[in-house]
């Protein structure tokens, strides 16, 4: 498609889209959200790129292949999983580590959770965007 304005109109769309999907991630860890969610608007943005752009211009955008995004997402789900085997718990056990905790205060909260949370952002992403693509190229 040649609309200047749809192409002007993407790049903004494209990068509230990611934001939005990242903040989306980061939220779902206490509340409605996640990876799952995150993953799938992040995906969107680059459809709506590929719809405005062309498929190789979103390629490019994209920067890496998306199969191989899914594939780094299933190894970091794995390492999530894998992590609560390491400290004696059973596998897929919530890990905690607590960034400048003091006796008076908590710190900042990273858990296996997140990490996990990151694998399927990946995963979605990545095998989304590879559906869309393989059938819009077919197209």
């Known amino acids: 498609m040649n609309s200047i304005i749809l192409m002007a109109g993407t790049r903004i769309l494209v990068a509230l889209l990611l934001v939005f999907s990242v903040f989306m991630l980061l939220r779902g860890h206490n509340e409605p959200g996640g990876g799952f969610i995150g993953g799938l608007i992040g995906a969107t943005g680059f459809v709506v790129h590929a719809i405005a752009c062309g498929t190789d211009s979103a390629r490019r955008a994209l920067r890496v292949r998306p199969d191989m995004i899914a594939m780094l997402g299933l190894g970091i789900a794995l390492f999530a999983g894998v ?24 710190g900042l909260p990273l858990s296996s959770v ?15 965007l590879t559906l869309v693509f393989a059938l819009e190229e077919a197209i």
């Open 114 to 128: 997140l990490v996990f949370d990151i694998g399927v952002y990946l995963v979605v992403m990545g095998s989304i």
């Open 83 to 106: 992590m609560a085997a390491v400290f004696g718990d059973a596998f897929f056990t919530g890990q905690w580590l607590f960034l400048g905790a003091t006796e008076t205060e908590k």
